[in-house]
């Protein structure tokens, strides 16, 4: 690997060469990379597959926590805005097809946008909107009289403040063409401590707004008061005049709560909705008791008096999150099993008769079955296309449908058949939807993707970022991947499954490896090595570290029982050194002395001489493609054969063990758990627990000068990561691909995964298999490609013109491109662009005069004999030949030329009109170009 010269170890003077200026990828993720929709713990790249294990269950196109899907198509419609930074959790349309959506994102259409934001029909953001400190959980729109007076947006969370005026989780925005304003009307006195029950902060969870009164639904407090002060704005509170209970009531005139209102629920209320004419509200929630009645879950109250409809017990034997009302029907969603004063069996979703009916849950039935990833059925979300006549009923949540819309659904709302062809597939739970227009459906909630695809546990991505056909079969949760240099076979270790797989099928293969925790395979993809905590396997004794056959999983002698466990495997490129990383001290078949790094012989099991000792553990290496260099990440302070201060990072020589100045002075300040060398070493790639490499920040990502191992200037954003999954990097040339569990990945916050890709570039260009020949096939021979091309297409030409339909590996010239010029054109494309390469041009030679095919010479001297009949000629021939018939009258200067080719054997040929007079017939037969025959005969012709 190309080092700093000059470097002086101990005693030995060790050359190395500068590391050549590195070409980085762009810190923009490629945006067409699909994402999945929770932690990524491994990446690995082999050939043009990306593979990826985690905790994820769906992968999908980036699309953020919200979309707007067509009806009843369930496309996404791209001209709306990405959410990214957390979930969106409520929405309420504008009335004009737009959305206000709230929740605790961080970015809007890329934009530093927090936690409440209005999204216009035609998919603008409103700069006007007020933004408040914190978290947003319920929204409600009411629309105004005019263009001056748009409507009044209410507003609930765990803010303390909206616009920079003081609001403690509730607060009314006046919107209006001219700008919006926070409302000093409606300051309502919200008592924000802590629940003494639970210790959970309260906060509001739902809305509903009458013509008078603004009813909010949750877990927390109110105080008396009055309109905001004028000059502070500051709500005016009356001490100690507290209302207490999961809901309430507040005057959108005054913003004093309304004390008389007092249904007091046990616990937490999630849901509410007004019946039509608003004298009854709807209360949904997880509480077991409402005062006045026994109606756990869901209950009805006066919107007035807050008295509880005692004649009105649906019953619900699970927690109610949404609810909706049309007329007098009431629809429910929740995660209760059984609902209605009937006790009828609905899984997560019911339509019950209303206040004056029966709360009877009705024949509508959804049919919804539990989610395919958690094995739960929830429904947090329902929302009516029309409430005075709906045709739809849209409902979001965790659950499966039999006409495969997961997660989110259209329903008649008569019957609760759920719509065929309709399948967004949001990977996650829509918590918030809203019809914006009969065609138009807004769904928001804790998801990054619509259109996902269900991928539990392992997923393998094109060069594009899609996934493939393929399904990993069994898999579950994994942690750590490998995949075989042939690309044949691939391990998975986290929390069960198969554990080894086919790529090509995903059919899990006839053997299980032990649980590991590192894993690496043989150049020639016989052998799989693994290492973790395991002492046996298949019954036998094998401790930490194994090799195992990919024919059959079963270990090999080679076992080096090392005292520790196993975190990082890497083989030399000609397969005979197996270096192992981790937290041992004692190594190989001779128990070495070998403090958390060894090189070991694939051979024996035995460790070789080379011992760099760190002093604590190694949890990532990585071999040079040369096999020369070694590198080592973890979270030692000390390595080499001859002990140097590196810390958490450092490169080894294969030959020596000594560190190169490579990381000397510039240090990751935290653990380094990836290693990725790339382009011809002169760029390291790096993902850890680390944020700053020497002085440079660099949160968890980073790339490094190969010489001195400084930060160089790539730093794309990465979000705060988890302690338990640090990024994992993974490289190709200027082709960058990392994991982790991180919300904030990139300069477009997408979230747990991101690939930087560099458009291609030409090392070789391609070339013609073999000189072009008229009806020979050619080959185009594949160049060579830097940037892992995602595909790589070929055109031909002739003289520099492509030729129509030539796109093919092969091509076959016609005798009509003889004399021309034929090259071929590879194009190597990925996300980053696309680059072209053409071969060498060649000439298609002209058919020689020769013939190609020579008849071959008859057997025997070629005879011919010829009688005449009137004006036909009788002809026999002893070989098939060619006869040409010159005949000439007596006379006359004229001659009449006929052809034919005839058969061996007796022939007739007619001569056709001849006029009266004498003629001389010269018969020429000719097989090949050294046997032919002459015959002249004498013809009279009578009329």
Not at 423 to 447: K, M, Q, R
Not at 694 to 699: E, F, R, S
Request: with cysteine; net charge negative; charged share 10%.
């Amino acid at each position: 690997m190309p080092r700093l010269t000059g470097v002086v170890l101990v005693a030995l003077a060790l050359a190395f060469t500068p590391a050549v200026a590195a070409a980085l990828p762009p810190t923009q993720p490629d945006p067409g990379a699909w994402v999945p929709d929770n932690a990524v713990t491994d990446v690995v790249h082999v050939g043009r597959t990306t593979y990826l294990s985690g905790f994820f269950n769906w992968v999908g196109p980036w699309t953020g926590s919200g979309a707007d899907v067509s009806v009843p198509g369930g496309t996404n419609n791209t001209a709306f805005p990405i959410v990214a930074g957390g979930p969106i959790l409520a929405s309420a349309p504008d009335g004009a097809g737009g959305v206000y959506i709230g929740g605790s994102f961080t970015s809007v259409d890329g934009k530093p946008l927090a936690d409440l934001a209005h999204i216009e029909a035609n998919g603008t953001i409103e700069t006007a909107l007020p933004s408040p400190n914190a978290e947003v959980t319920a929204l409600a729109f009411v629309p105004g009289s005019g263009l001056f007076d748009v409507g009044s947006l209410y507003v609930a969370g765990k803010f303390t403040s909206i616009g920079g005026v003081q609001r403690e989780g509730l607060a009314e925005v006046d919107t209006s063409a001219l700008g919006d304003s926070v409302s000093d009307t409606f300051a309502p006195c919200t008592d924000y401590e802590q629940n003494d029950d639970t210790g959970d902060q309260p906060y509001a969870f739902a809305l509903a707004v009458s013509s008078s009164t603004v009813y909010i639904g949750g877990d927390f407090d109110l105080e008396s008061g009055g309109p905001a002060n004028p000059t502070t704005h500051a709500p005016t509170c009356t001490t100690g005049n507290e209302d207490s209970g999961g809901v309430f009531a507040v005057s959108r005139s005054t913003g004093d709560v309304d004390t008389a209102f007092q249904p007091n629920t046990d616990g937490e209320v999630d849901a509410l909705a007004l019946s039509p004419d608003d004298s009854t509200l709807y209360v949904g929630g997880k509480f077991d008791y409402i005062p006045g009645a026994s109606s756990p879950f869901l209950a009805a109250v006066d919107s007035t008096t807050g008295a509880v409809n005692s004649s009105w017990l649906p019953q619900a034997k699970g927690n109610v999150y949404a609810l909706a009302t049309s007329g007098s029907t009431v629809y429910a969603g929740g995660s209760f099993k059984q609902i209605g004063a009937n006790a009828a069996a609905r899984l997560g979703v019911a339509q019950l008769d209303g206040v004056g009916g029966t709360a009877n849950a009705t024949s509508f039935d959804a049919g919804l079955q539990p989610s395919i990833d958690d094995y739960e059925t929830e429904v947090n979300a329902l929302a009516l296309d029309d409430p005075t006549a709906p045709t739809r009923l849209a409902i979001g949540g965790s659950f499966a449908t039999s006409s495969g819309a997961d997660n989110l659904a259209l329903a008649d709302p008569s019957t609760g058949a759920t719509t065929t062809g309709f399948g967004p597939n949001p990977g996650g739970e829509p918590t918030a939807v809203s019809f914006l227009s009969p065609s138009s459906l807004y769904a928001g909630g804790s998801f990054d993707s619509v259109g996902a695809v269900y991928r539990p546990g392992i997923v393998a991505l094109d060069g594009y970022g899609h996934p493939t056909s393929t399904v990993f079969a069994g898999a579950q949760s994994e942690r750590t991947l490998a995949v075989s240099p042939d690309g044949r076979t691939l391990l998975a270790s986290g929390d069960g499954g198969p554990g080894a797989w086919s790529t090509s099928t995903g059919a899990a293969l006839p053997w299980t490896p032990p649980p590991f925790s590192a894993a690496a395979f043989s150049p020639d993809s016989s052998l799989a090595y693994v290492g973790g905590d395991f002492t046996t396997i298949d019954g036998s004794p094998h401790v930490h570290l194994a090799a195992l056959s990919t024919a059959t999983g079963a270990p090999t002698s080679w076992s080096p029982d090392p005292d520790g466990a196993v975190d990082a495997i890497a083989v030399s490129p000609d397969g005979q050194t197996v270096y192992a990383g981790g937290a041992f001290q004692h190594i190989g078949i001779s128990v070495a002395s070998r403090s958390n790094l060894a090189a070991l012989s694939a051979a024996t099991g035995d460790v070789t001489p080379w011992s760099p000792n760190p002093n604590s553990t190694v949890q990532s290496l990585a071999v040079t493609s040369d096999g020369a260099h070694v590198f080592a990440g973890g979270l030692f302070t000390m390595i080499g054969a001859q002990p140097q201060a590196r810390v958490n990072l450092a490169e080894l020589t294969a030959s020596t063990a000594n560190p190169t100045p490579f990381a000397q002075t510039y240090a990751p300040n935290n653990s380094v758990s990836s290693v990725a060398p790339a382009d011809g070493n002169s760029v390291v790639y790096v993902g850890g627990l680390f944020n700053a490499i020497g002085p440079t920040a660099a949160p968890s990502l980073a790339a490094l000068d190969g010489g001195g191992g400084s930060a160089l200037p790539w730093n794309p954003p990465v979000g705060a990561i988890d302690s338990q999954t640090p990024s994992s990097v993974a490289a190709d040339g200027d082709t960058v691909w990392t994991g982790n569990w991180s919300t904030q990945l990139g300069t477009d916050l997408r979230p747990n995964y991101a690939q930087f890709s560099t458009t291609p570039a030409s090392i070789a260009p391609p070339a013609l298999s073999a000189s072009p020949l008229v009806g020979t096939a050619v080959t185009c021979n594949s160049g060579g490609w830097s940037n892992a091309p995602a595909t790589v297409t070929v055109s031909w030409s002739l003289d520099g013109t492509p030729i129509a339909g030539g796109t093919s590996r092969t091509y076959t010239p016609t005798s009509q491109q003889a004399g021309d010029e034929l090259s071929c054109t590879e194009t190597a494309a990925n996300p980053g662009g696309s680059a072209s390469a053409t071969s060498a041009a060649a000439t298609v030679p002209k058919p020689s005069s020769k013939p190609t095919n020579p008849m071959p010479p008859p057997k025997h001297k070629l005879t011919l004999h010829v009688s005449a009949k009137g004006t036909r000629l009788k002809v026999k021939l002893s070989a098939a030949a060619t006869l040409e018939l010159t005949l000439t009258k007596k006379g006359s200067r004229k001659h009449t030329h006929r052809r034919w080719r005839l058969r061996a054997g007796t022939s007739k040929l007619k001569l056709g009109k001849l006029h009266a007079g004498h003629y001389t017939a010269t018969l020429v037969a000719a097989a090949g170009r050294t046997h032919s025959n002459k015959v002249k005969i004498k013809l009279t012709v009578v009329k």
